[in-house]
Each structure stands twice: as C-alpha cells, then as structure tokens.
C-alpha cells in the first residue's frame, strides 16, 4: 500500500501482475462504498477482489494480511505507529562507526532486522537480496540493517556479510550494539524476537523513515517483492 485518500475512496497499491491481465505495477483502485479505511495504513499488505466493468474498475473485499505468532509474545512497550517521530538512536555500523539516525537527517531512511546465521532462505538472506536490489535502483535511500543477534554480530562478521550483498558501507550500513540497545531501537518497529533451539526465532518487518524523521511505512513478512519495496521508497522519496 502506497497511499490511501478516503474522501476520494482510493487507494495506490504496488500491486504483483494478474496474470493474462496486467503487469505488476503501482497504480490507484477505485474502492467500493462500505469497505473500511481504518487500517489501510501506508506499507500494509492487502488482498482485494477487483471487478472490472465496461465502464469502470472496483476493488472490493479489501483486507489487510497480518502475520501471526505461534508465541504469544507481547508487543514491545515502545512500538511506534505510523506518522510517529521516530526518536534518534546510535549503534555501531560494521567499520566500527558509531552511527545515529540523526545522521541521516532529511533522508529517507529503510531499516530492517536480521541476523547473519538465519538459516531460512525465505526470511533474512530474502530481506538483505531485497535491500541488494533497492540499493542498486533507489540510490537516494539509506538502508540500515540492524543485526538481532549482536554477540555474535560483530562489525567485522557484518562486514562480511555486507559484502556477499554488494553493500557500498555508506548508502547502506549493517549495525550492531548492546543487547539492550539492539531491543530499545527494534522495538520502535515492532520487532519481537527471542533465541529458540540454537537459533532465532523472530518476527520481520521492514520500517520506512520519511525525511521528516517520521515512520511513513511499516512493511510486515519477507514475502514482499523488490519491487514493491521499491515502489514503496520512491513514493516517500518524491513527496516534498
């Protein structure tokens, strides 16, 4: 979801191709009379039916794809909602620079979570090839990758890391800190993670900072698309 206006009850959506239809793109939809606006939030997952007229177009049954959690772990204290002030936090970058958000000033700014010994394909290593892909066609954007596994996250294993991902070091860096440090600023977006059976098990989400300092976006799951991600950035990045 890209932007939504109630009045004119549409919304923008970067939407995948309808086979034997369209191809993935971001465009607007007409929305039926009586569906809800409330939770078509900016960056939010959605399904909808859209019927097609000789004379115009209607999405309908729109509802919002949650994920859900086999542990009923609480959501963190400090979680912000979209359109918050996200406060500035520091964190130590993977050339061992200590690093504020309030660097990136002005900026639009995409943070996710990962963790360099994921052993699922679909989850982290899907997360950082979709950072990979954005960092190649939005040069504007930061990207700041926030390790959930610090002990074992040192700035020479994200290093590393970065590199196997084409990471430049500037336009997108790979963070790590203290435990207590890692949690304050994952808890900003939600994140909730904790260690099980020699790994991580974590929720993912994918936040986007307007240049304002604001959270525009909260992106849940990994199974996104690139493009989508990218639809997603260059709208915040063309706002002014």
């Not at 009850?9 to 971001?26: D, I, K, L, N």
């Not at 729109?62 to 912000?80: G, I, Q, S």
Request: overall charge neutral.
């Amino acid at each position: 979801m890209l932007q939504t206006d109630p009045a004119e009850r549409t919304m923008v959506v970067s939407h995948r191709p309808v086979e034997g239809f369209m191809p993935g793109m971001a465009m607007p939809f007409h929305v039926a009379r009586g569906e809800d606006f409330s939770n078509l939030a900016t960056g939010a997952r959605v399904k909808f039916d859209l019927y097609v007229g000789k004379k115009e177009s209607v999405a309908r049954h729109v509802r919002v794809e949650t994920a859900t959690l086999d542990y009923p772990a609480p959501a963190p204290a400090n979680r912000l909602s979209p359109g918050a002030r996200v406060p500035d936090f520091s964190l130590t970058d993977q050339a061992g620079r200590v690093v504020r958000l309030g660097d990136f000033a002005g900026r639009v700014v995409a943070v996710d979570f990962i963790y360099t010994r994921c052993p699922l394909p679909d989850v982290c290593p899907r997360l950082s090839a979709n950072f990979a892909y954005l960092a190649k066609r939005v040069p504007e954007v930061q990207l700041l990758s926030v390790t959930i596994d610090p002990q074992f996250d040192t700035p020479a294993v994200l290093a590393e890391y970065g590199r196997r991902y084409g990471s430049d070091g500037e336009r997108w860096r790979f963070l790590t800190g203290s435990i207590e440090q890692v949690r304050e600023v994952a808890g900003l977006f939600g994140l909730i993670y904790w260690p099980e059976d020699g790994s991580i098990t974590h929720t993912v989400t994918t936040g986007i900072i307007g240049r304002d300092g604001k959270l525009a976006a909260l992106v849940g799951g990994s199974s996104y698309r690139p493009e989508q991600l990218r639809d997603l950035v260059q709208h915040e990045i063309d706002r002014r």
